[in-house]
């Protein structure tokens, strides 16, 4: 078990799972930057319940499900914020597009977990280890959030591990040390062993995992039945034959497609600004015409230097896949924000209102070529496909940083 491998330690640990950091209250922080250093609860009413607290209020006790009456007694100079749940959805779909791009392989839990498996990605992107430092990096430099990541051969450890790794950490659990962190845990941090199941085993005198682990089988389900503890005794040594199922969460319905790209440096220059924009259209659209879907509605999103973020949008009169009508969209919302001097962190472009490419019948127009960008697109895909991502770019791009 480490923060850090040594040598090689996570390259048998394919399976991540990554947990945002009090996601509710950091999403709420962030959207006001004023609160940075106070105590945040995030709820219902004074009869409503915790649904996430920052560090600052959890070092008063205050935690997830807590009465919202208890939480107040216990931290009575917390700022209380009511749930925004669209911009808390907004966030996690970018969180997991972001998952995404390393590896089609994620399955969200919630809004604010997912396990992701990484055994494709690793020729392409490095150790384990490392593929979850650069994601912690990314959706740190792209929503403004930290998030801990548990590195690990199984779901169950890996979940385990990013417990550890709280807040804003990994750790790595490879093979040969599963036993060595299992065991001194508590039973109730197996996963599914909640509160009634956890005080029925330490009235067997079974208080740790490692107790579980070196009770025999046949006497753990004769005490707590035959499926339970075969469940228990195979976690208890870190068994778990369960893969990771990629699928979409509830909240984040495949009708959009969109890219952010955080800059290197905060930057005000509208040329470079309006380049991004480009790269995002083209490397959104590519996607769409892969997908075989066009769309009418480009969403721009911008991000300043103090994480105050807007969005524009515009809908075209019918659906399309050609980057240089989405470009086109998206650098007209930018120029009509009408910003001046104001330093951008992010950038982003979506389109929304996905539907298949082949119920959408283009208008044709008196005098048209024959041959238009939606056929230049396809060459330029063609020319990808055969020869690299680089092989054909637009012109503003040719010999240019991408951040």
Request: aromatic share 4%.
């Amino acid at each position: 078990m480490s923060g850090q491998p040594c040598g090689d330690a996570s390259s048998q640990c394919p399976i991540l799972h990554v947990d945002m950091d009090a996601f509710y209250a950091s999403v709420a922080v962030r959207e006001r930057p004023d609160l940075q250093h106070v105590p945040v609860i995030v709820g219902g009413g004074s009869r409503g319940v915790v649904l996430s607290a920052n560090y600052l209020a959890r070092e008063y006790g205050v935690g997830s499900a807590m009465p919202m009456a208890r939480a107040r007694r216990l931290c009575p100079r917390a700022v209380v914020l009511q749930p925004d749940f669209e911009t808390f959805s907004r966030v996690s779909s970018s969180v997991m597009e972001t998952f995404r791009l390393v590896t089609p392989a994620v399955e969200p839990l919630s809004l604010d977990e997912a396990f992701l498996d990484v055994s494709g990605a690793v020729r392409r992107a490095g150790t384990p280890y490392s593929i979850a430092e650069n994601l912690r990096a990314r959706v740190f430099d792209e929503q403004g959030i930290t998030c801990s990541v548990g590195v690990a051969s199984t779901l169950a450890v890996a979940k385990l591990a990013s417990r550890r790794a709280k807040p804003d950490g990994t750790v790595v659990v490879p093979p040969h040390a599963v036993t060595t962190f299992l065991h001194p845990l508590d039973v109730g941090e197996l996963w599914g062993v909640g509160e009634k199941t956890a005080q029925m085993l330490n009235r067997l005198g079974l208080t740790s995992v490692g107790d579980i682990a070196h009770t025999p089988l046949a006497t753990l389900q004769r005490a707590v039945g035959p499926g339970l503890g075969a469940r228990l005794h195979h976690l208890a040594w870190g068994e778990d034959p369960r893969a990771v199922t990629p699928r979409r969460g509830p909240d984040e319905p495949d009708r959009s497609m969109g890219a952010d790209e955080t800059f290197g440096r905060d930057t005000d220059d509208r040329e470079v600004i309006l380049r991004e924009v480009l790269r995002l259209s083209a490397k959104v659209t590519g996607r769409m015409r892969a997908a075989e879907v066009a769309g009418r509605t480009v969403t721009l999103r911008v991000r300043f230097a103090d994480f105050t973020t807007i969005t524009r949008s515009k809908t075209l009169p019918e659906a399309t896949d050609v980057t240089r009508e989405v470009y086109r969209t998206a650098a007209d919302l930018f120029t009509a924000l009408g910003l001046q001097r104001a330093r951008l962190r992010l950038v982003g472009v979506r389109v929304e209102g996905l539907v298949p490419r082949s119920t959408v019948h283009r208008q044709l127009v008196l005098g048209a070529r024959e041959h238009d960008w939606p056929e230049a697109d396809r060459a330029v895909d063609r020319a990808a496909l055969r020869f690299g991502s680089t092989a054909v770019r637009p012109a503003a791009l040719i010999g240019r940083s991408h951040r």
